[in-house]
């Protein structure tokens, strides 16, 4: 029995998707069973859920489930003539469907239009799989696509245009997609788990798969800080996992027990921090070399190598691509005073985002300019004090309420240079206000670092300063050692942090922190 609604198109009838229970249809208008002539063979699922057209051009057809649930349809193939029907249907023309039931398996239904293939089951989002034929020759994985060993890619997105499939079929027990692509013959099979991946229009498939969710920065005040802020080296050794996610969630870690004694002054260093950087990633070097040392020099060209309070600042901001990862190793600790500081800039960020939405926006659309014009060096460059991820990186699921997603913080007033007069005048008071959340005590995290500790932190994300110290012999400072305060310092990048720490989750798979 067939039952027929809508009104017929009169152009020819192109390929359509497929609807996994058509019978659902409550707006049958017309029931004509000698309307049709129909010649088919049957597929269903084993479930018995019938496997067939959802006609977007003219017709739904209704047919009934097997009696057998082990009879199994290959193809439905509907041909049609209008007739005398088609005084009944308001059509002057003859017309010819032939429409195929793709695949069906347990739990996947396969729908398909003329751009796209639409997949469907209790293992995939609600809403499904919308998976455009050139995003599906694109990422063939075949090993004519994609080197074995290598994996990169072997073919270029372009070389494919208006792909069009000749068959598609479940394959391998309803966990793989086979398509041939007409014209070239090519076969490809993509995994529901990588189709998963890459095609959940919700962006959490991709994001859970990268483990972007485990480590995803936290906004934190002092009393949010979790014990695992403070590690041992011995420890970290062992299992470096939890420092590493503290490190990416927080943007601060403190190592003790790091090895100091034999450190030696100068741009090399073969102990402690050189371990460390080299235990987190690759170390970066800069104008002041691979390593360096943070001690008081006469008439220094850097603030931080005297003995004066060094303000809340980021490092290096005058580069294009500022360091990620700093690593500050004290070496020698004999003084009064000298404790470090760190603050949360997104945490501050954030705040200021719900207190006055006007001055964030201020503060992420407008440049501020930075500089480093001393001992033989001319560096410049702007960023914007709240710079946000692109709009490709921002969550799918944000809502209007909540702050942007922040890429990084540009905050560091000992090394900025003069403003631009045509600044909007609102700069200067969204910089005001931001700078009295950044130094409000609950967000002060502070700490006298003890020789064999080690700050780690994450420069694009976390302030760091000092507080102004004094030797403890002698409270001139200008007859004081100068290595009586000595840290040693280097930079590692994010990413080979980010890649250790994936490889390290992979491996352990259940049982997150």
């Not at 051009?57 to 509907?78: E, G, S």
């Not at 599906?136 to 090993?143: E, T, Y």
């Not at 008439?299 to 700093?326: F, V």
């Not at 005001?432 to 950044?438: I, N, S």
Request: net charge neutral; hydrophobic share 40%; glycine share 4%.
């Amino acid at each position: 029995m067939l039952v027929a609604t809508r009104r017929v198109q009169h152009a020819p009838i192109p390929s359509a998707p497929i609807d996994a229970n058509p019978t659902s249809r409550a707006s049958t208008r017309l029931f004509c069973p000698t309307l049709f002539w129909v010649i088919s063979t049957y597929l269903f699922c084993p479930s018995g859920h019938l496997a067939t057209r959802s006609l977007n051009f003219d017709y739904y057809l209704c047919l009934p489930a097997p009696v057998d649930h082990h009879d199994r349809i290959d193809r439905i193939i509907i041909m049609y003539r209008l007739g005398r029907a088609r005084t009944l249907l308001g059509s002057s023309r003859p017309g010819f469907a032939v429409v195929r039931a793709l695949a069906t398996a347990p739990n996947l239904v396969l729908r398909q239009n003329p751009t796209a293939l639409h997949i469907t089951g209790a293992s995939l989002p609600r809403s499904g799989l919308t998976l455009p034929f050139d995003w599906l020759r694109d990422s063939c994985q075949c090993v004519q696509c994609v080197h074995p060993s290598t994996r990169q890619k072997l073919v270029r997105t372009g070389d494919f245009i208006k792909p069009v499939p000749r068959s598609v079929a479940v394959v391998d027990d309803g966990s793989a997609v086979r398509i041939n692509w007409g014209g070239e013959g090519h076969d490809s099979v993509y995994a529901v788990d990588f189709l998963k991946r890459y095609a959940d229009p919700s962006d959490q498939t991709r994001r859970v798969s990268h483990f972007d969710d485990v480590f995803a920065p936290r906004a934190w005040n002092v009393s949010d800080l979790p014990a695992q802020s403070y590690v041992e080296y011995e420890s970290l050794k062992t299992d470096p996992l939890p420092g590493f996610l503290q490190l990416l969630r927080y943007g601060l870690l403190i190592v003790r027990g790091l090895p100091h004694e034999t450190t030696t002054r100068g741009p090399e260093a073969s102990v402690g921090v050189a371990q460390l950087a080299n235990m987190i990633g690759i170390i970066r070097e800069t104008l002041y070399g691979r390593f360096w040392d943070v001690v008081i020099h006469r008439d220094s060209t850097n603030i931080a190598y005297t003995n004066l309070n060094l303000d809340l600042h980021m490092d290096l901001l005058y580069m294009q691509h500022p360091p990620h990862i700093q690593l500050l190793h004290c070496i020698k600790n004999r003084v009064e005073g000298g404790a470090s500081v760190f603050v949360d800039a997104i945490k501050a960020a954030h705040d200021l985002w719900d207190l006055d939405r006007d001055s964030f926006d201020v503060l992420a659309s407008t440049p501020i300019p930075f500089h480093y014009e001393n001992a033989g060096h001319h560096l410049h460059c702007s960023h914007p004090t709240i710079q946000l991820a692109p709009p490709h990186l921002q969550p799918l699921d944000r809502r209007p309420s909540d702050p942007p997603h922040i890429a990084h913080i540009n905050y560091s007033p000992p090394f900025q240079a003069p403003l631009p007069v045509t600044a909007p005048p609102e700069l200067y008071s969204a910089l005001q206000k931001y700078t009295q959340l950044l130094t409000r005590p609950a967000g002060r995290f502070e700490h006298t670092l003890a020789e064999g500790e080690c700050a780690v932190f994450d420069n694009r994300r976390v302030l760091h300063a000092r507080t102004a110290f004094w030797d403890k012999g002698d409270q001139n400072t200008e007859s004081a050692e100068e290595t009586n305060r000595w840290l040693k310092g280097c930079y590692v990048e994010v990413d080979d942090l980010l890649d250790r720490t994936r490889v390290l989750l992979a491996k352990r798979s259940s049982d997150l922190p």
